[in-house]
């Protein structure tokens, strides 16, 4: 079977037109978030053992 460019099907986008559907946008975000969620959570999860050694 043919690839789908010699075919005239559609090729995958290159560059910024990567980020040009709202999906692709919100997979962006989707990182950002998890990042900061996962960077609270360690921080929060630190405090919280050096209060419970401290008691």
Request: hydrophobic share 55%.
């Amino acid at each position: 079977m043919a690839p789908a460019a010699a075919t005239g099907g559609s090729t995958l986008p290159s560059g910024f037109s990567v980020f040009t559907t709202l999906p692709d946008l919100l997979f962006i975000f989707e990182f950002v978030f998890s990042y900061i969620a996962t960077l609270l959570y360690v921080v929060h999860a630190v405090f919280s053992l050096i209060r419970w050694k401290s008691s």
